[in-house]
């Protein structure tokens, strides 16, 4: 994970880790985590391809901070590359923790997105301008 003191890409979702998502030493679940990082790229995914979209891989992620109940999770999200039917979106987790003034990063990593069409086959991603 790069030396981060701002989170890159655009904020997609904020979430408040519950007691539900940790374990007895109220550390929350990686897990959990990660499914938050996962809506993030579909919420991304989807509103630039305008159609569902499901999550074909994610690569290796570690985890540098622990998330705390009580903690907010802030998701932030990035596209890298944008092909004819996938995207692949960098997430980050940045964690807020109400007694610190500073973010900290959580974990990074990049989910590839495939857009869906009604029938479940791959969907064509409309380019924007200066896509290749």
């Known amino acids: 994970m790069r030396e981060a003191t701002t989170p890159k890409g655009t904020l997609t979702m904020r979430t408040v880790a519950m007691p539900a998502n940790a374990n007895p030493s109220g550390d929350i679940f990686g897990g959990w985590v990660?499914?938050?990082?996962?809506?993030?790229?579909?919420v991304?995914?989807?509103?630039?391809?305008?159609n569902r979209t499901v999550t074909a891989a994610v690569n290796s992620m570690a985890f540098e901070q622990p998330v705390k109940i009580g903690d907010t999770l802030?998701?932030?999200?990035?596209?890298?590359?944008?092909?004819?039917?996938?995207?692949?979106?960098?997430?980050?987790a940045w964690v807020h923790r109400h007694q610190m003034p500073d973010r900290q990063q959580v974990t990074e990593a990049q989910f590839v997105m495939v857009a869906m069409d009604e029938t479940g086959k791959p969907a064509i991603v409309p380019q924007q301008v200066g896509e290749a």
């Open 34 to 42: 990660m499914s938050q990082m996962d809506l993030a790229a579909y």
């Open 44 to 50: 991304a995914s989807s509103e630039r391809a305008g």
């Open 74 to 92: 802030c998701v932030y999200t990035s596209f890298e590359r944008v092909g004819r039917t996938s995207m692949t979106i960098h997430v980050e």
